[in-house]
């Protein structure tokens, strides 16, 4: 299974203090909007999102069809042979979002209760 990009979306309270701090450890602005609260930051191929007010908790975030670059990848697994895959295998999927192509995602809980957002862009 490909799951693609893979980074880690924290949940932040001051989007501005993280950023900060986030830059003092070497990683620099990648993507985002400050005006819509959030920012991707890398720091070589690692790659952080910082959330602020959107997410109640920290998430592992796999991205199928981009690279730690946010450049497309062919081929990938789409979101929905993943998610297929994986309710086959009994594994519960919430927070659905996306129609029967393109863009869409879903969250899953691993044994220790730790969200996985499975998050396609294409």
């Known amino acids: 299974m490909k799951l693609g990009a893979f980074s880690i979306s924290l949940a932040v309270d001051d989007l501005a203090k993280s950023k900060a701090f986030y830059e003092v450890l070497g990683f620099e602005s990648f993507g985002g909007s400050e005006e819509h609260n959030y920012l991707i930051m890398k720091n070589g191929e690692t790659v952080i999102g910082l959330f602020q007010g959107m997410f109640e908790g920290n998430l592992l ?43 869409a995602s879903f969250v899953v809980m691993d044994p220790d209760g730790n969200p996985i957002l499975i998050d396609q862009h294409r």
Request: charged share 25%; glycine share 12%.
């Open 61 to 103: 975030t796999f991205n199928p069809g981009w690279d730690q670059a946010a450049q497309h990848t062919d081929p990938f697994d789409d979101v929905r042979e993943i998610k297929a895959r994986l309710t086959q295998q009994g594994i519960a999927v919430s927070q659905e979002h996306g129609g029967e192509s393109g863009p």
